[in-house]
């Protein structure tokens, strides 16, 4: 067997594989799904069977992966939920976290004799906070309706959000100025997007995605991927990152299905998270796995150390700035699940991470330590923190949505 077809299927085999192993061990312990396929990736990989190389149709995948992780993580987001309270102390805990970040990352830039340039890529990766990751874990420990759920959204959402503004405003290459104006301009075009969205009930549109809901039209696939090629094409025509273009159409098609009837919303939502869940996004993961250089990391004693120190970053930084966001009356339990969840972040890293390396600012051992405290944030961070919570079983949603109604008015 070829390379080319050894790689196209031991990738879909480890995406396959990946929930069999989580099933398999949920009654022990819960560990997240994304922890087994990067695993995979890196058993798969160079760094321990050297089966599989990812090739530029699966690094192509990964791309598209990526930004259907976003995506998602933008329609996951319901702004009713988290406006007012939630949302000003998240974006509140993110500056104090970037000026900190920023701080620290420019001193270990300079301590390195990498430069402040390499500190601002590390500051930038230190306030990420991986919600698209999140989400599933959310869901599948039924937290995502309850209020400590509303508060990592929040703080996931900032998180995620805030980074890739950050990346357009200082990694982008242009000057300070320009780089504003040019987000700006995309801002405006993707506020008046979703400003349309979110007016109007659009019965035509509505109309059509019932039509070929169950035919092989299948227009609400095809219209969602549509969104997301143009805002993800807007952003990168402007010399933006794709993440954010991605970003904004998952809060454009929240908006739109939300003029939809609670049946066919139901349906469009299981068909998109299909394609994003269950094909392009594990692909991401796999790959990461793939991609990681642990021979970079375990050859260079300063990259070992860096990686500790990485990962207790992101708790001090980005973990304890999420406590903003508590919501009231949290008991201990729950503050230090938000500070695991808060600095639990991966794409944005990865994101920021190949940027660096790209550009020559960010020298590989300091950015696979990086992505390392990034892949064990996800790998140990989220399964910590469900263990300091009770099991709560999805059944549960419907009494626990009963708390939302409160959140607005505490804000």
Known sequence: MTEAALTIFLVPAAVAVAPLLAAGLRRVVRIPLVVFEIVLGILLGPAVLGWVAPDQLVSALANFGLAMLFFLAGSEIDM?????RVLNRSILGWLVALAVALAV?????????HGPSAGVFIGIALTSTALGTLMPVLRDAGELHTPFGTA????????????????????????????????????AIATAAIVISARGSHPRLHAMISATLRTSGQFAVRFVILVVAALVALSLALGLDMLLGAFAAGMVIRFILDGATPKDREI????IEAVGFGFLVPIFFVVTGLRFDLQAL???PTAILLLGVFTILLLLIRGLSGLFTTPPGASPADRRAIVLLAATGLPIIVAVTDIGTKSGDLPSTVASALVGAGMLSVLLFPLIALAQRPTTRATDAPTLLEGDEDIPEEA
């Open 80 to 84: 009713n939920r988290i406006r007012g």
């Open 105 to 113: 990352g420019i001193g270990a830039g300079i301590l390195l004799g």
């Open 152 to 187: 990592v959204i929040g703080i996931g959402a900032v998180g995620e959000f805030g980074p890739l503004i950050a990346i357009s405003l200082f990694l982008s290459g242009r000057k300070p100025g320009t780089a504003a104006i040019v987000l700006l301009a995309f801002t």
């Open 268 to 271: 469009v939502e299981s068909k």
């Open 298 to 300: 375990t050859s260079s």
